[in-house]
């Protein structure tokens, strides 16, 4: 039986305590018990816990060490821009089970979804529930990390090795650029919106130190270019 992992900030001693949000989880949707086994993760390392108590915190005791955090490979930071609900939601799913480190957002022309600066909270306290999950499901040591939006003025300064997704771009592909840029301590990843970045944007972005790259002859959804990306990154990456 797979053994359900949860993250927390908490510990004491040799107790881990894990969210107040987790509890209904834990106790009714998995229907735990005292003396049911759980891993956690705390600070970049997985134990194997043991519930010890279940009243409004679950609180465990450690048992093992079961993994710690050995990544070689730099972060991986992803600049996607705002979209709707479900295809959102799809990326930052799937984009955490595929080792993405942070998830910038970036307001483009050509995006369907203009930001509401009134919903800020509730939007990056749901991303952010989404992006846990996935870490939970996929078995990671690490959340990634989701920020607010950025005009592309606030990305001139950022460092690092930056791939620019483009469908004006004829050669220069993903491999070549991946197989160019072995190593990094940082890599930026930006993907376009529906019908692409502008003539402007892709200019503003080459100024900016980014790297224009070709995903071949197919025009991909755009919830499938982040997908194809970090694949390609951890295929590159896998020893």
Known sequence: MKVQRYFTKEKQGNYLLLNEKDTPHISRVMRMKVG?????????VAYECEIVEMEKQVVTTIKKVLEKNTQKRGEIVLLIPLL?????DYILQKSTE?????IWFIDTTRSVVK????????????????????SEQ???LTIPEIRGVYALSDLKNIEGVKMLC??????????????NHSK???????????????????????????????LGSNILRVETVPLFCL????YENME
Request: charged share 35%; net charge neutral; glycine share 6%.
């Open 98 to 102: 595929l080792g993405v480190d942070q």
């Open 36 to 44: 049911d086994h759980v891993e956690v993760v705390y600070d970049r």
């Open 138 to 140: 996929s078995k990671r």
């Open 166 to 179: 483009s469908t004006r771009e004829p050669k220069n592909n993903v491999k070549l650029f991946l197989q």
């Open 184 to 214: 990094y301590d940082k890599m930026f990843i930006a993907v376009g919106p529906e019908g692409g970045f502008t003539l402007q944007e892709e200019n503003t972005f080459l100024e900016m130190g980014f790297e224009a790259v070709t």
């Open 84 to 88: 709707k609900e479900q295809k959102l």
């Open 231 to 234: 694949s390609a990154v951890i």
């Open 115 to 134: 930001w509401d600066h009134k919903k800020t909270n509730k939007k990056l306290e749901r991303w952010s529930t989404i992006v846990k999950e996935a």
